[in-house]
Nanobody
Framework: QVQLVESGGGLVQAGDSLRLSCAASGRTFSTYTMGWFRQAAGKELEFVAAARWSSGTTRYADSVKGRFTISRDNAKNTVYLQMSSLKPEDTAVYFC?????????????????WGQGTQVTVSS
């Protein structure tokens, strides 16, 4: 399995930007699909974004498309989620995940390694 550690969460105001980081152990990007999910209080886990760099593909939830960007830094073995134009409804615990999926998946069960999560709170 892959070990993942998220960071970068915090309290921001609506309209602000924030970048989440996910440090991964081992070489993951060439063989794994990397994803971001979030879970708001009292709600189910929700897909946010994913990337499979071996095929050059990315996918975003409609709710974040155009505002969030998933990227990577190979040298640091880190995946990022750049979030802009944040809204109060983006408030959630954000999780990084890695999965040995051949195609990008929005289904959480496709991912077998998860980070501990980082809280993002957007005030209005």
């Amino acid at each position: 399995q892959v070990q993942l550690v998220e960071s970068g969460g915090g309290l921001v105001q609506a309209g602000d930007s924030l970048r989440l980081s996910c440090a991964a152990s081992g070489r993951t990007f060439s063989t794994y699909t990397m994803g971001w999910f979030r879970q708001a209080a009292g709600k189910e886990l929700e897909f946010v974004a994913a990337a499979r760099w071996s095929s050059g593909t990315t996918r975003y939830a409609d709710s974040v498309k155009g505002r969030f960007t998933i990227s990577r830094d190979n040298a640091k073995n880190t995946v990022y989620l750049q979030m802009s134009s944040l809204k109060p409804e983006d408030t959630a615990v954000y999780f990084c995940a890695a999965g040995r999926t051949a195609l990008i998946s929005t289904w959480s069960n496709s991912y077998d390694s998860w980070g501990q999560g980082t809280q993002v709170t957007v005030s209005s």
